[in-house]
């Protein structure tokens, strides 16, 4: 119970904001949250944990919340990575090439949507592939 006492203002912040499907479990040493909601929401949601974990240094929170809701073929999207680039890769997985990077905050563009966990996108320098769509906001 300790994660969810240290993340309450994070997990009330989901609650207030209606996360659909919200689910909250602690679990060898690390809390997942996991839910669906909106773009705004979502990036409301990844600055109250940098605000809790500056850096996100603890590695105890896992935030899976996902915007994928209304968002069609030529959307823009901001990488919303923790503080890395955005790997894009060959096919709809972490066992395949990395073809591109983008940056964290970087806006690309929606080619596809191979499934809810993997989009096809495109960079402003060009570069497509997947990427993994917990790190993907729709802007707007």
Do not use: C, F
Request: proline fraction near 2%.
């Amino acid at each position: 119970m300790a994660l969810q006492e240290k993340y309450k203002e994070l997990i009330d912040a989901a609650n207030t904001a209606g996360v659909g499907n919200l689910s909250v479990r602690e679990q060898d040493g690390v809390l997942y949250i996991d839910g669906t909601t909106n773009g705004t929401v979502k990036q409301q949601l990844w600055d109250t944990y940098e605000r809790l974990d500056p850096n996100y240094a603890s590695g105890d929170l896992v935030m899976n919340i996902n915007s994928v809701a209304g968002v069609v073929e030529g959307a823009q999207l901001k990488v919303t990575t923790n503080s890395s680039n955005l790997n894009i890769r060959k096919g709809p997985s972490t066992n395949d090439e990395i073809v591109g990077k983008a940056a964290r905050h970087e806006v690309v563009t929606l080619v596809s949507k191979e499934n809810d966990q993997w989009w096809v996108v495109k960079t402003a320098d060009g570069e497509q592939g997947y990427a993994y769509t917990q790190y993907l906001t729709p802007i707007g």
